[in-house]
């Protein structure tokens, strides 16, 4: 009997201690549980909205120790240094002070970043071009750092334009900056957009409700019925090893991780919005069918909106966007892309796909001004399928681990031997095509027809919708991989 209480009491505190093997992520049985037990009393103190913030800003905090162990103290930091910058940058008059003071916000946040992301990664260059032997530190990289810095950032940042007031106190600011469902992968919120919401908490309606349900279940689809399964089952595989497979084999593996990469991110984004919509907040829509897109331009129109609008406010604008000839908006494009890569991940690869994506949108820049807009189906259809394939050729040296790798899965692709006949791969990987297909179709269902969706959802009586997020539990639990797998953009 008391070893029983004894391994309860283990398995129980197992709940407070953070686990490097087992970060805490949306799609896990803890997390529900945990989610559940802190909506409850959420809800209880919704008359107390002080008492609520500060309840909201403890949880988050756990939540964050729960992905990044005792590195929850740098988000801390964070937050205490931007919030005395930006009163003091609000108080202050003088220019100069002024932008001493945006210097020291600028330079603690990018310093802090760098010293977690980029420190090794400097290490490596050094010894790679002096020949030098400096040990590496192997720095642990807190999760979602980029994102939280950037929020920060772009707080300073607003204030000193004069574009935004201070948030009235500390935990306010606190609960901005750390507010959990959208704290360690986006979607990147604007001080703006979202303090505002604290003071003129907006009520939950049948509406709401009905699309926070719809947007959770769908998040939690994508991102463990396709992304996880295509991910274990088939993509890492062909990925590590593609002189192992056919050359057809390849070509399914790169639109695999196109699949992959979206269903992961956009069903992290779909739960984060809806989770802060069930707290009582709106959150940008971070995807809009990027896939669908006829040029890069308008793929980051659709892809990551949050971090590719904060790079065009906070970068291309301020680097003189293309206010100061055609010549100059070529290099800022690229620029602005070679960071926003950089950003991603501190590897040249990452380099690399963002040189990609700079290129293409500085010669589409280029294009433009020549060519005449047009409406013609076909011209649609062949600037779909190119762009759709510069995306997936890009994606290979985001997911591949080395230059190399990604160079023997091209070579692969465009030389390897097609040993196997289409019919074969399809017997072979029945379910991968499936969940291929379902992947894009559900990627090309109209948005107006979502929209109906969740208002026909809304009008659904509760019981009926407790069944169907029910049953998307049940099915997610049925497919899920063993072990919960992180989602993609934790490691950015």
């Known amino acids: 009997m008391r070893l029983i209480e004894q391994l309860d009491i283990h398995k129980l505190s197992e709940i407070f201690v953070y686990d490097p093997k087992a970060p805490l992520v949306f799609s896990s049985g803890l997390f529900l549980l945990l989610f559940l037990a802190f909506f409850g009393v959420y809800i209880l103190t919704q008359k107390a909205q002080r008492l609520q913030i500060v309840y909201t800003v403890l949880f988050s905090l756990f939540f964050y120790y729960k992905s990044s162990g005792f590195y929850f103290w740098v988000l801390i930091v964070s937050t205490l240094i931007d919030y005395q910058i930006g009163n003091a940058l609000f108080k202050e008059l003088r220019p100069i002070r002024r932008k001493l003071l945006l210097v020291v916000s600028l330079v ?17 260059n050094i010894n790679l071009i002096a020949g030098t032997e400096i040990p590496e530190l192997n720095i642990f990289l807190p999760v979602g750092i980029s994102f939280y810095t950037f929020q920060t950032l772009s707080y300073s940042i607003d204030i000193y334009r004069r574009q935004l007031t ?7 600011f606190a609960f901005f900056v750390s507010f959990f469902p959208q704290l360690v992968a986006g979607p990147i919120v604007r001080a703006a957009d979202f303090i505002p919401q604290i003071y003129d908490r907006l009520q939950l309606t049948r509406k709401d409700l009905g699309k926070a349900f719809v947007l959770i279940c769908g998040g939690l689809f994508k991102k ?16 590590d090893n593609p002189l192992l ?16 990469i979206y269903c992961d991110f956009s069903g992290y984004s779909d739960i984060a919005i809806g989770l802060s919509l069930l707290l009582g907040f709106r959150l940008p829509d971070n995807f809009n069918s990027p896939y669908q897109s006829l040029s890069l331009t308008e793929f980051w129109r659709r892809w990551h909106i949050s971090l590719s609008t904060w790079l065009r406010d906070y970068l291309y604008i301020p680097l003189g966007g293309n206010r100061k000839g055609k010549t100059r908006t070529y290099i800022n494009l690229l620029l602005t892309m070679l960071i926003g890569g950089l950003w991603h991940g501190a590897n040249w690869k990452f380099v690399v796909w963002g040189a990609i994506h700079g290129s293409v949108l500085a010669v589409e820049k280029l294009i433009s001004v020549r060519l005449p807009k047009s409406n013609n189906p076909l011209r649609k259809f062949f600037g779909w399928v190119i762009t759709f394939h510069i995306v997936c050729f890009a994606w290979i040296f985001f ?16 030389s390897g031997t097609p ?12 379910t991968i095509v499936g969940l291929l297909l379902l992947a ?7 948005q107006s027809w979502v929209q109906r969706f969740m208002d026909f959802f809304a009008k659904w009586p509760l019981v009926l919708q407790a069944l169907y997020v029910s049953a998307t539990i049940w099915l997610v639990i049925q497919v899920a991989q063993a072990g919960v797998q992180p989602f993609i953009y934790f490691q950015f």
């Open 166 to 172: 201070p948030a009235k106190n500390i935990m306010d």
């Open 399 to 414: 997911r591949a681990d080395s230059f190399a790798m990604a160079d023997t899965m091209l070579k692969q692709m465009f």
């Open 245 to 260: 497979y056919s050359s057809v084999e390849n070509w399914m593996g790169m639109y695999g991780y196109t699949a992959q």
């Open 440 to 446: 894009f179709a559900l990627h090309f269902i109209p």
């Open 108 to 124: 603690s946040n990018l310093g802090i970043l760098a010293y977690f992301k980029y420190t090794d990664f400097g290490i490596r």
């Open 419 to 430: 040993t196997i006949r289409l019919y074969e791969i399809y017997q072979g990987y029945k």
């Open 224 to 239: 463990v019925v396709i992304s996880d399964y295509l991910s274990v089952n088939f993509v890492d595989r062909v990925f």
